[in-house]
């Protein structure tokens, strides 16, 4: 079993930044890969980023070039810098692992609830 837990999540103004981060526990040997996957009401969860272990990172079209997923394995720790936000990025955002490099999660933390609005 993984355990996760987001945090930095709030309110911040259209074109601010903001970091989330991921505190990530149990059997991380196990896990190939972690990102992030966000839910706005209404919508469909997407994907937002995802790392390899061996640091390959890939991105959502929606946030490419704006998101930036960074991985701490000796703390077990994730990141995602958000910059240029804007008011469609408020969703909740959800900390992932997945067993398999390239998988689906299999692993959820509770999210954190990013809101862009001026």
């Known amino acids: 079993q993984v355990h996760l837990v987001e945090s930095g999540g709030g309110l911040v103004q259209p074109g601010g930044s903001l970091r989330l981060s991921c505190a990530a526990s149990g059997s991380m040997s196990s896990i190939a890969a972690m990102g992030w996957s966000r839910q706005a009401p209404g919508k469909e969860r997407e994907l937002v980023a995802h790392i390899t272990n061996g640091g390959t990172a890939f991105y959502g079209d929606s946030v490419k070039g704006r998101f930036t997923v960074s991985r701490d394995k000796a703390n077990n720790m994730l990141y995602l810098q958000m910059s240029s936000l804007k008011p469609e990025d408020t969703a909740m955002y959800y900390c992932?692992?997945?067993?398999?490099?390239?998988?689906?999660?299999?692993?959820w933390g509770q999210g954190t609830q990013v809101t862009v609005s001026s």
């Open positions: 992932t692992a997945a067993a398999n490099r390239l998988g689906a999660p299999d692993y």
